[in-house]
């Protein structure tokens, strides 16, 4: 059974930082992208980051040049250091794999395998 399960996720003062990470079993996802989505409540499920099998990174813009997403084929992980949060990077955060193309990479429905999500609260 293949899963992917997520920690890290907590309660954070705005300005602060935390480290998401995902664990993936049951088959290795070397030959695959992953990466993270984010849904707030009330809002629809929105693209965070996510890392090709080769390491090409790509990042929503609201979280360019705070968030950083990195793989560990080796260990089957993925993980998203978080910096400078605010209240609007609140949301449940999951860990996603699969096989996008160059353009859909930001599409949920192109991500085969989801986790099932950590709460990351903000306080200003």
């Known amino acids: 059974q293949v899963q992917l399960v997520e920690s890290g996720g907590g309660l954070v003062q705005a300005g602060g930082s935390l480290r998401l990470s995902c664990a993936a079993s049951?088959?290795?996802?070397?030959?695959?992208?992953m990466g993270w989505f984010r849904q707030a409540p009330g809002k629809e499920r929105e693209f965070v980051s996510t890392?090709?099998?080769?390491?090409?990174?790509r990042y929503a813009n609201s979280v360019k040049g705070r968030f950083t997403i990195s793989r560990d084929n080796a260990q089957n992980t993925v993980s998203l250091q978080m910096n400078s949060l605010k209240s609007e990077d609140t949301a449940v955060y999951y860990c996603?794999?699969?096989?996008?193309?160059?353009?859909?990479?930001?599409?949920?429905?192109?991500?085969?395998?989801w986790g099932q999500g950590t709460q990351v609260t903000v306080s200003s």
């Open positions: 996603v794999a699969g096989q996008p193309g160059l353009l859909n990479y930001w599409q949920p429905g192109t991500y085969n395998y």
């Open positions: 049951g088959r290795t996802f070397s030959n695959a992208a």
């Open positions: 890392i090709s099998t080769g390491g090409l990174t």
